[in-house]
């Protein structure tokens, strides 16, 4: 019996290091390790252990013999991966390697600006070495892991425990949260450099790119990142106004964040309860109208930008009737993805069913309405291949009408300048070298890299970012810090949250979750979050607190 994962990787590499017969690739240091869409068993020398399942932090490994008729595309393309695959010539087992020491006893302090995967990654390699004598980890918000609490889909449990990872790294105690602290409001970027040896900016992107076509500031045309955040419960997304009166929604781009979106459109009401979906959206989502959501991509099925584990994912459901608006014998080619796409192109229709749509070669050129949004003009597009071997999409001149009540723009994230730092306005990035910008700040994630990458890759951008860190710190500079932070903090903001009371806010939503039947209860109002995070904790609130295992008491 082999084994199989069935999700995009979190770059934790534990089942890499248990596996005896290393039969699990790409490794980290072998090429395409940070790049790749997730990791893969070898079926022809895997033996069956099962130490890799229990290695796994996020419960992503089956066995083939516990496989869904959904997840059976994840078997294929395990197998698919080792056509081409050439194994390493290394010791069948994946050694860890050596630990480095810095030259400098230290002790150092760290700050990290953002609280997401990036900021947490960071700390977890900051925190291998002694000499790091305290990392503080600074979020406006009052709740830590970023697109993992706001961004990752609720339907998606398995994403969702990655957050076992970070709570392992809270539990180191040179570890701390500052929390509802905005770094160039409360305290500015010179004042937190001053009293740190270094400081890494995890800040992500957090705008969008917009479609610049006539209609798109009508009402009724949002961002996929506001909806995101909305269902999510973002407390800055709460009042969002998202019309579900009609029949028809559109989404523009076809990423993994445009399947999401489309895919929590169309889900069961029954589906989404047994979710963490903030209930304010969960109630708007119950009374949705929605019956179809159409799919727009530029290109055709082979360059569309989601990944094989967000495809295969939906195309297993079967709550939700999932379309390809293409004749099956257009799509050309033999490999996993062309395979299931022409699969789903030849599906018989489902009228019983909410509806997705994937529709390819296409683009909007107009969003239509008066006072709000009632439909989108698009374009055929013609795929041409330009002299440098780019396929690119080439506009026809046949256009036509959609109806839609709703139409989502997923085109892609962009960060936000950061004061004090020096910035590419071109790709909304932090310039940087191996993360440095220069010695004492540094940068990580999203903010360092552009929009790319999976919640794993932050791990090997943090690795990188981290080396650097370290370097500067062996070679004296930046020069020793006096003070401490936390006075600063007091001083300025009276109600932060630490470590300590992201717990008790933590334990409280997971109550109120257990007490309704659902795996967590999110508080979106920010007094409400900082009156429980205040709040002393019972013992009958930690008796009511599910996985315990996980949880730290205060």
């Not at 480095?100 to 960071?122: D, E, M």
């Not at 529709?359 to 041409?384: I, K, T, Y």
């Not at 659902?518 to 900082?530: G, S």
Request: charged content about 25%; aromatic content about 4%.
């Amino acid at each position: 019996m082999s084994y199989v994962v069935t999700q995009s990787c979190c770059a934790d590499a534990s089942c890499v290091v248990a596996c005896p017969v290393n039969c699990i690739h790409p490794t980290p240091g072998e090429p395409g390790f940070a790049e790749a869409e997730m990791l893969y068993i070898d079926p022809a020398s895997c033996v069956g252990c099962g130490a890799c399942t229990t290695a796994c932090p996020v419960g992503a490994i089956l066995p083939t013999s516990a496989l869904s008729p959904g997840q059976e595309p994840f078997r294929l393309l395990n197998a698919e991966y080792y056509d081409t695959f050439e194994l390493p010539d290394r010791t069948p087992l994946a050694l860890v390697p050596t630990q480095r020491r810095l030259a400098r006893p230290g002790p150092f302090r760290v700050a990290i600006v953002g609280a997401g995967p990036a900021g947490l990654y960071t700390a977890d390699e900051l925190l291998k070495h002694p000499e790091i004598e305290r990392v503080d980890v600074y979020d406006r918000l009052l709740t830590p892991y970023g697109l993992v609490r706001h961004g990752v889909a609720p339907d998606h449990a398995a994403t969702k425990k990655v957050t076992r990872l970070f709570e392992a790294i809270e539990r180191d105690p040179r570890f701390g949260y500052v929390l509802g602290i905005e770094i160039g409001r409360d305290l500015t970027v010179a004042e937190l450099r001053e009293r740190y040896h270094a400081v890494v900016f995890a800040v992500g992107a957090t705008t969008d790119r917009r479609l610049d076509i006539p209609g798109e500031q009508l009402p009724g045309s949002l961002s996929a990142t506001d909806v995101v955040r909305w269902y999510n419960g973002h407390p800055d997304l709460a009042g969002l106004e998202v019309p579900l009166d009609s029949e028809r929604a559109v989404v523009i781009g076809n990423g993994n964040v445009a399947l999401d979106v489309a895919r929590i459109l169309t889900l069961p009401p029954a589906a989404l309860t047994a979710t963490d979906m903030a209930p304010a959206p969960l109630e708007a989502l119950r009374r949705s109208q929605v019956r179809e959501v159409v799919v727009i991509g530029r290109r055709g099925p082979a360059e569309a930008a989601f990944t094989m584990p967000e495809l295969i994912g939906l195309a297993g459901l079967d709550d939700i009737d999932v379309r390809v608006d293409l004749a099956p014998e257009s799509i050309t080619g033999n490999d996993q993805r062309s395979r299931l796409v022409r699969e789903l192109a030849t599906r018989a229709p489902r009228p019983d069913r909410r509806r997705i749509v994937l529709r390819f070669a296409a683009s909007p050129v107009e969003v239509l309405g008066g006072d709000r949004v009632s439909g989108v003009r698009l374009v055929e597009n013609r795929l041409v291949t330009d002299a440098d071997g780019v396929l690119r999409a080439e506009p026809t001149t046949t256009t036509s009408d959609l109806d839609a009540g709703l139409v989502i723009r997923s085109i892609g994230h962009r960060g936000l300048r950061v004061a004090g730092l020096p910035w590419d306005e071109k790709s909304g990035t932090v310039p940087h070298r191996r993360g440095r910008v220069e010695a004492g700040a540094y940068v990580v994630g999203w903010i360092k890299r552009g929009p790319t990458g999976s919640i794993g890759t932050n791990k090997s951008c943090a690795q990188e970012t981290v080396a650097s860190i370290l370097d500067d710190l062996d070679r004296g500079v930046p020069a020793l810090v006096e003070g401490d932070a936390a006075d600063l903090v007091r001083s300025r903001q009276r109600e932060v949250v630490g470590l300590a009371e992201w717990r008790r806010l933590d334990r409280e939503e997971l109550a109120r979750g257990m007490a309704v039947d659902r795996p967590r209860l999110k508080i979106t109002d920010v007094a409400e979050q900082r009156r429980v995070a205040a709040a002393p904790t019972t013992r009958l609130q930690r008796a009511r607190t599910p996985r315990p295992a996980t949880l730290i008491a205060t």
